[in-house]
DNA sequence: TTGAAAGCGTTACCAT
DNA sequence: ATGGTAACGCTTTCAA
């Protein structure tokens, strides 16, 4: 592998030339820059990014640092959009993207979110916690207190450094529970999950909002499903239509699911449960994926610009690194109710 | 930031002893080495992997190049997946992941794919490659030559260093075809893409092989996508029905769609045109991502272990950067045709 | 068992 | 316009 010393060497030329000629710094004469770029190319030479950034104390990488149970996660849609987001505005910047599960998959320490940083991997951070919005409060601010340039998401954030990025989550719930009520329904259930995800209680929150608004707390009715799959979603689906069966409180006329993948288990159970959507039971889900308008009945929803959000957490990153930090620390974007034909 | 000289300075050791201390290496006395570790825990010190990197040559992360003209493609099920067995095994064996998508939207040039292993950012890669399978060939024999390492997926590959991690794709097309062909269909149709990807060639071989040995060559029937999306698999169906009723061959009684994201549109719009599955077409998937299960009718599919493959790519890497390289270069993961209700 | 010093490949300052 | 050189933080001989 031919060092900047080579090049230098076989240009006649010194490093700092050759470095100069890299980093295309206007000083270097025209025949001097073109001797090394020919060295450069007979050499095939890659500067070492590695010692850039040992020397620079950068490293032109931006981390996705994920802490989800589920060892499959960039599989969840959710996910994959934003991963798709951070690498499209990454590539485009020339940034490395990183992705990191910190190994601990009981409680987060802040030294596991703080190595990357602290090893001079990345020089920035996109974080996802699992969990509820409080969990794991401490290890943020450890991360504030060291002074870290991150941005979280689906999360409140206070302090300095760090940005938040989230979608309109409680708007969105709200919104989809008024659909619902104004279509007549009124035994609206709600599909959550054991494993919390911050993004959850908000869209609870509306949900909860809407029914309290029109007078039909009583009616509040949650299962929770195991995890965040569409089997998980089923298996809600099937323990909230037995739950009815056994202790009364009549089958729901309408499912608000935490998010679509739970809203296709779900569906799947009402059909074989000989149930027709909607007209015996609405569904409506959460986060518009690709394949919610090809299930059938096409799936109504309301949609998270997940890939929009990756993308702005990558550039809000950046763009600080570059020095132009935003003014905004927190950023909201819309969610929006797709009408299909589930609900 | 500390760094080894402040955690020597603090011990009151050098920094050959901190190092040893940090590599656990047993030469250091048990009082020394507790003292080092109370540094360690007082600054908080983390080792700097860039200058690990450099003094080491060898940065303990592996590369995931995607080639894929489609800038969502980590929303793609199969790509996701791969990606997720990928992180699963890095992080086990505390490996960095590095995504890297070159940036030459046009013809893929070999010094964009070696540029992040000579600059030490990784150590070995995982190489996906739109195209066709002899697309790029050039490339993959420049890193041959280069002497880097690195596993392909669903390509075939000559050469010393290189893997190969594929899924026996012409095997499940052809399974597929045969079982519609002992379910009586005769009319059966390919939905392929425009975008070509190496693995669909062996699908389409192993539909065609089926198809020519059950004498109905002359029925052979290939629709294409313009792209991967469900939506593509849409257009797809939809010219291939429109096709059909104008230019006369009669209308497909069976569809084997290129992977199942396709599948899903086709579906989609064999619904609206009021043609039963499987009563009036037959459908079968490949790939068996999450939710095909859960569409209606559940959909037939051949199921490809991307998540397997995935992990056993980067198992292969890893173990051969530890020391131990495996005998063999080809890895062939079986698929198997899982029957549900759509064909 | 521990320490001193060279070197990994680059950049940035200071000379020339 | 170009070159010499120290420094980035670590590991690895080699010597003590």
Redesign the interface.
């Known amino acids: 592998?031919a060092t900047i010393w080579d090049v230098a060497r076989e240009a006649g030329v010194s490093p700092s030339t050759v470095s100069n000629v890299i980093h295309g710094r206007p000083v270097v004469k025209p025949a001097t820059r073109q001797r090394v770029l020919e060295a450069i190319a007979k050499l095939?030479y890659?500067?070492?990014?590695?010692?850039q950034?040992?020397r620079q104390q950068t490293?032109r990488?931006i981390g996705f640092l994920v802490l989800d149970p589920n060892?499959?996660?960039?599989?969840d849609?959710l996910h994959?959009?934003v991963?798709?987001g951070l690498?499209?505005i990454?590539?485009e910047h020339?940034y490395?993207?990183?992705?990191?599960?910190p190994?601990g998959n009981g409680q987060l320490t802040a030294?596991e979110l703080?190595?990357?940083f602290?090893?001079?991997?990345i020089d920035a951070a996109v974080v996802a916690l699992a969990g509820t919005s409080d969990s794991h409060q401490h290890v943020l601010d450890a991360l504030n207190q060291a002074g870290v340039l991150f941005a979280v998401l689906e999360r409140e954030i206070e302090g300095e450094c760090a940005y938040s990025v989230m979608g309109a989550n409680e708007d969105g719930a709200y919104a989809a529970t008024q659909k619902l009520l104004r279509d007549g329904r009124r035994r609206i259930a709600f599909l959550d999950s054991t494993q919390m995800w911050p993004a959850i209680e908000l869209r609870l929150s509306g949900y909860r909002r809407a029914m309290r608004e029109a007078g039909l707390e009583a009616n509040i009715l949650i299962s929770p499903s195991p995890d965040w799959?569409?089997a998980g979603g089923a298996t809600a689906m099937l323990n909230l239509l037995a739950r009815c069966e056994r202790e009364g409180p009549p089958c729901p006329d309408a499912v608000l699911a935490g998010n679509d993948?739970l809203a296709?288990?779900a569906?799947?159970v009402l059909?074989e449960r000989g149930l027709r959507i909607p007209a015996d039971v609405a569904v409506i889900g959460f986060d518009d994926f690709?394949?919610a308008?090809?299930?059938?009945p096409p799936l109504t929803t309301v949609r998270l610009p997940a890939?929009e959000m990756g993308k702005r957490a990558a550039e809000l990153l950046i763009a600080h690194l570059e020095g132009h930090p935003a003014s905004q620390r927190r950023h909201v974007l819309p969610t929006e109710l797709v009408v299909r034909q589930s609900g």
Do not use: N
């Open positions: 592998m095939d890659h500067p070492s990014r590695v010692a950034g040992l490293s990488a060892p499959r996660w960039p599989a849609p994959a959009e991963l798709a690498s499209e990454a590539t020339d490395s993207l990183l992705l990191d599960r190994p030294r703080l190595q990357p602290r090893s001079g991997q799959t569409s993948v296709v288990g569906m799947h059909r690709e394949f308008r090809y299930v059938d890939y």
